[in-house]
Structures are given as structure tokens and as C-alpha cells.
């Protein structure tokens, strides 16, 4: 089986542009969660969404959001780029929500210049 | 105080020793806990996730819990070079996931 995808790879943006991130969970689970990760740190908790809802949030800017599909897939929406959101962003994928184990996808490195 | 407390290390130990890696919480209504694994540039791997007081087992892991004290452990037992990679311990709440900064392993060969 196919687990957590995340796309692009690698994506460098301009400060004040915005990016789209995608995520597609392992096929079955219904809950994605996304998460900031800075060098030297563990990962952030930015968002989990379930069944399309937002479930959860983490301590972030109005500059973030996100929404999950009908299919599960999600996307990542960060508006006005600065640079200290250069991170990975990771996704990572929960058969259902709340305290479930989460398996993550292999990132998308953002680098804002 | 940080939700979740990991020391950074670094910590070496010997091949086939045994390692302890320990992570402290700060909220006491936390329900689950989970140990990944993250080599690095890449993500991080699950290694092992409890939910009650006591020991898990897993292979060569195994994880324990002690709600009263808010401790969490994770034994590495016969410790393998290929173990060498940082270890994060993350906790959920009840509505957000928090992660220790991780510490970092090391097996000498």
C-alpha cells in the first residue's frame, strides 16, 4: 500500500507570495494533520482535519489554513510568505481523529527567499 | 514550560547496550503518546504509541508510561548503529499534538 504522498518535493517562494501544499493520506484513513518543522525542532502542530472539518489547531497565523476533500487529500494554504516560514511541512495521515498514531509523509521543503 | 520536554543530547551508548530516552509532559489530561524516529532530512518514522500506565513492548522497543510522575520512556534494547538518528516524543491533549525538540542517539560501533 501507497503511504502518506506530499507534493511538491521541494518549492522555493518569494517573501509576500503564496503557496498551495497537497497531501494525500494512506488510503483508508480519514484524518490528515499538518505540521511545521524548523532545523534543530520537533514539528509544530498547524492543523488536523477530519471528515473535511477542522478538528484541531495549532498556535499559528490567520496566514495559515487548509481543507480536506471528499477523497481525504488535503491541502496547506500559507499567504504574505515570510522568511521564517522556510521549514518543512509535513503531513501526516490518522485512520480516524483525536489520539490516534499518525504516519507521515516525506515533506515538502519550502524555502523562502 | 514547554509541553513536552526531551533532552537534547546527544547520547551515545555501545552497540548492544541498551538506551533510555526520556521525554516529561506538562498536561496531565494528555491521551496518547507516541515515539518517532527521524533519520536525518527525512520525516519522522513511528516507532511506538501508548496509551495507558505501564510497559509496551515492541521488538527490541519498549515504551513506558507513568501518569502520575508525567513520564515517558523509551528503551532501545541491543542498540544497532542503524539506531543512530534522533528520537522525538510526542504527546496529544485532547485537541493538539506536541512535539519534544528530540534527542539524539548515537551507537558506536
Known sequence: DAGVTQSPTHLIKTRGQHVTLRCSPISGHKSVSWYQQVLGQGPQFIFQYYEKEERGRGNFPDRFSARQFPNYSSELNVNALLLGDSALYLCASTPFWGRDEQYFGPGTRLTVT | ?109
Open chain 2, 1 to 109: 514550560q514547554k509541553e513536552v520536554e526531551q533532552n537534547s543530547g546527544p547520547l551515545s551508548v555501545p552497540e548492544g547496550a541498551i538506551a533510555s530516552l526520556n521525554c516529561t509532559y506538562s498536561d496531565r489530561g494528555s491521551q496518547s503518546f507516541f515515539w518517532y524516529r527521524q533519520y536525518s532530512g527525512k520525516s519522522p518514522e513511528l516507532i511506538m504509541f501508548i496509551y495507558s500506565n505501564g510497559d509496551k513492548e515492541d521488538g527490541r522497543f519498549t515504551a513506558q508510561l507513568n501518569k502520575a510522575s508525567q513520564y515517558v520512556s523509551l528503551l532501545i534494547r541491543d542498540s544497532q548503529p542503524s539506531d543512530s538518528a534522533t528520537y522525538l516524543c510526542a504527546v496529544y491533549t485532547g485537541n493538539q499534538f506536541y512535539f519534544g525538540t528530540g534527542t539524539s542517539l548515537t551507537v558506536i560501533p
